[in-house]
């Protein structure tokens, strides 16, 4: 296959911090009398000045408090974004694919100590890695998406067993629970894992066991981005304008990063998640548990002495943000499908003025 230009397949967690030191004084609570024309004017000024685009969605007690669309969904069609515009949530998808390998857990059809052999006898040290170290990025296997591709074959279908191969050629990096690494590998072996039990697609699986049982109507495996049927294109800046972005495959990035969904779906599915009624209170406090780095599909985000628990992602034109801070019950989503200053700050800007902490754009 003749390549003529070469780039990454790009799907990332964000990793970021917020907010400044531990001495920070009088944190706001959340959403106590919040400035929403403040919060408005913020996005508004995003999408004027071309420094970004997409929606939010912020809930409290389990209850919507503040949604806002911002900039096009599709420039050359002029569409602008609405709350049912729909965005590639990339990692975040590990979020749902965690899930789903827990409610198998629940059911006694899988455990976190089974080792990968008794699935891929063929993938290195498949002996000695086990489901907990795929959910944990402990497995040592090296992360797929950091491999260089051609742009031709990230726009291709890719199937399970040329994803195997991949995997095979790629080897690990280090021993399985010798440390912790984020690996897309891991992730896309578990969303087989997930199909060889239930005897489904992932997408089957997901519709069945999360986004049906939850009525979640804007979220699925996603493939072609449609924009009839309410998703977003991704756009790249340049020069004070947009262009638009490559749009990988999703068969490549299926179960880690291949998830289509909106801020309200999103907030909903988590604060069902953490109501314990998506997986059972022991499987929730697994995935809850840091101690590692990672928890199971979830990681930790600090906002000044508040503490999330979310993910984050990053595929093509793409960013999204989704965090949970439990002691105060707040949920807030963030889906970009274009940006042209830092995402983190974007996010940063949302959770500052919710909490009427000062804020101004860097």
Not at 82 to 108: C, G, H, P, V, W
Not at 186 to 209: M, W
């Amino acid at each position: 296959m003749k390549i003529f230009r070469r780039s990454y397949l790009v799907l990332s967690v964000i990793m970021f911090l917020f907010g400044c030191s531990k001495n920070d004084e009088n944190v706001q609570e959340f959403g106590e009398t919040f400035d929403r024309n403040k919060m408005d004017t913020f996005l508004s000024i995003l999408e004027e000045e071309n420094l970004g685009m997409g929606s939010v969605a912020i809930f409290k007690d389990g209850q919507l408090d503040y949604q806002k669309s911002f900039g096009q969904a599709d420039i050359e069609n002029n569409i602008s974004a609405t709350s049912q515009t729909k965005y590639r949530i990339a990692s975040i998808t590990k979020s749902f694919t965690a899930s789903i390998i827990m409610q198998l857990i629940d059911e006694n059809s899988l455990s976190l100590s089974i080792t990968l052999d008794s699935f891929f006898p063929e993938l290195p040290n498949s002996n000695l890695i086990t489901i907990e170290h795929l959910l944990r990025h402990r497995s040592g296997l090296f992360n797929y998406t950091e491999t260089a591709y051609g742009t031709e074959i990230t726009t291709q279908p890719a199937t399970q067993q040329q994803l195997i191969d991949l995997f095979i050629e790629n080897g690990t990096i280090f021993e399985p629970n010798d440390q912790t690494s984020y690996s897309n590998t891991n992730y896309v072996i578990l969303g087989f894992i997930i199909e060889s039990i239930d005897q489904k697609s992932y997408a089957d699986a997901l519709r069945d066991r999360i986004t049906i049982p939850l009525g979640l109507t804007n979220t699925y495996n996603g493939g072609i981005i449609e924009t009839t049927n309410n998703e977003a294109l991704s756009y790249n800046p340049q020069s004070n304008d947009w262009i638009l972005a490559t749009e990988v495959n999703t068969t490549l990035v299926k179960a880690t990063g291949s998830i289509v969904s909106n801020p309200l779906d999103l907030n909903t599915f988590y604060n069902e998640l953490f109501a314990g009624n998506v997986v059972s209170q022991n499987s929730l406090q697994s995935m809850q548990d840091t101690s590692q780095g990672f928890g199971i599909g979830l990681i930790p985000i600090p906002f000044f002495q508040k503490m999330a628990l979310g993910h984050t992602g990053l595929l093509d034109g793409f960013q999204s943000y989704i965090m949970h801070f439990p002691n105060d019950n707040v949920t807030m989503s963030l889906t970009l499908n274009g940006v042209s200053m830092p995402a983190n700050d974007v996010a940063i800007g949302v959770l500052s003025i919710y909490s009427n902490l000062e804020y101004s754009l860097p």
